[in-house]
């Protein structure tokens, strides 16, 4: 299904233009098209095995489709300033700080700013205190909100989050959630994952669902929650099994 029509008078900030990833003969995401526009929360969400995951890192560049092409453009560029955030942060063996300085240095910020850059951001997602520990030994929310930091710093057009707050508890969650928020505020654009129909509904402007490896709906999140157009997303959301709707595709694992 394709997505929303961008804003009026924009170019989407990314797209999926026919896309299928490939691997040993199975396609895991078949033919997907998307449009996403320039300002906004969108949030994926479908049954285990959907192919949530691989969506998030095929858009950011994680992965290359086996056909298709993705484009994504902030303010025109072709190189826009992305940062992913996942469900277990993959934090280096260093404080907490060295962790935000190092990723700034990686994006080419000089020096002498990074280490003011990285504690305002501490700062920001309350870290300034545990900006010496070793981040690997913080608890599992103070690492996600580590990692959040790590992304504020680097001032991301676009921001993927994939489950970020699935191993959390309640309150970390929250501030997991807060965050986003903050983000968004700011004017980056989020793309979030997540099996928590509670917090889609909280955060989401819009929701793609995703059954089977395929995008079958691409809706206002007002319209999706009340009216969904499959039923399949019907199912999901009554808490069902959801079977898959298509019989397993494979084909050569060739590129175009």
């Known amino acids: 299904m394709s997505g929303l029509p961008p804003m009026a008078g924009q170019h989407p900030l990314l797209e999926l233009r026919d896309v299928s990833f490939v691997r040993s003969g199975r396609v895991l995401l078949d033919r997907s098209n998307l449009a996403l526009a320039p300002q906004g929360r969108t949030v994926v969400i479908g049954p285990n095995g959907a192919g949530k995951s691989l969506l998030m ?28 955030v996942f469900q277990r942060p993959v934090l280096l063996r260093r404080s907490t700080i060295a962790n935000v300085t190092h990723a700034l240095a990686l994006s080419g910020v000089p020096r002498r700013l990074r280490r003011g850059q990285a504690e305002r951001a501490l700062a920001r997602f309350g870290l300034a205190d545990l900006a010496q520990r ?8 103070e690492q996600q909100r580590l990692a959040l930091a790590r992304a504020w710093a680097l001032e991301p057009e676009i921001l993927f989050l994939d489950e970020p707050s699935s191993a959390l508890d309640p309150a ?40 089977g490896g395929r995008i079958l709906e691409h809706s206002p999140a007002s319209s999706f929650f009340d009216a969904p157009a499959t039923g399949a997303a019907a199912t999901f959301l009554r808490g069902e099994l959801v079977l898959d709707p298509h019989e397993p595709a494979t084909l050569p694992a060739t590129r175009r």
Do not use: W, Y
């Open 57 to 84: 890192r095929l858009a950011h560049g994680l992965l290359e489709p086996s056909t298709g092409a993705i484009v994504c453009r902030c303010n025109g560029s072709a190189a826009p300033r992305q940062a992913m």
């Open 134 to 141: 070793p981040a690997r030994i913080l608890s599992g929310g």
């Open 172 to 211: 970390a969650t929250k501030a997991v959630e807060d965050a986003v928020n903050v983000f968004h505020d700011k004017g980056t654009r989020i793309v979030m994952t997540t099996h928590d129909l509670g917090q889609a509904r909280r955060l989401a402007d819009e929701v793609v669902f995703m059954c």
